[in-house]
């Protein structure tokens, strides 16, 4: 399967995830990502897969559409997409579009009008994009990819504006261990 963007994070997305313990730890962890990656591995770098505007389909509005890898040891970990409004990239925002290969974790946990509404949780199997580009990303045949991806998907508000991040965890992550 080759990359196409934007991948997205389309599933079923819960209010509650039924996995193991470890794996729920690292859902549920309301801290930065990114801040947790680098805590575990000093190798951590960023991949842009993609960033550009994109028109949500329900309304006239468009979007800032941006996916990424987060990668640990040579790895890919996380595959993250973010949603930002049009209207949310105006004023102390404006910053946001202009991330570049700087991660989107760092920047807004430094602002301190920072909200984080509930977690959802996800799964992602087989058949979604995004467990089949996981497959390509990890380079693992069938069969050794594990049956489910699991991820969390985030309605941050930021200067009063909101953002929307998901991000799913990749074979090689930590989660999984």
Request: hydrophobic share 40%; glycine share 6%.
């Amino acid at each position: 399967m080759q990359y196409c963007f934007p991948l997205g994070d389309k599933t079923s997305w819960q209010q509650q995830v039924k996995c193991a313990e470890n794996i729920q730890s690292w859902l549920a962890d309301p801290s930065s990502l990114t801040a947790k990656l680098k805590s575990i591995s000093h190798d951590f770098s960023l991949t842009l897969l993609g960033q550009g505007w994109q028109q949500q389909q329900s309304e006239a509005s468009a979007y800032l559409a941006r996916e990424v890898l987060l990668n640990c040891q040579g790895q890919a970990w996380v595959y993250a997409h973010t949603h930002i409004p049009q209207s949310s990239l105006v004023g102390d925002n404006a910053f946001l579009s202009h991330l570049e290969n700087k991660p989107l974790g760092e920047a807004i946990f430094q602002q301190k009008n920072l909200v984080r509404a509930a977690i959802e949780f996800g799964q992602f199997d087989s058949r979604t994009p995004v467990w089949q580009m996981a497959e390509h990303w990890c380079g693992r045949q069938l069969g050794v990819m594990p049956p489910l991806l699991y991820g969390r998907r985030s309605r941050f508000v930021v200067n009063q504006q909101p953002i929307f991040v998901s991000e799913i965890f990749l074979p090689d992550s930590p989660l999984y261990l």
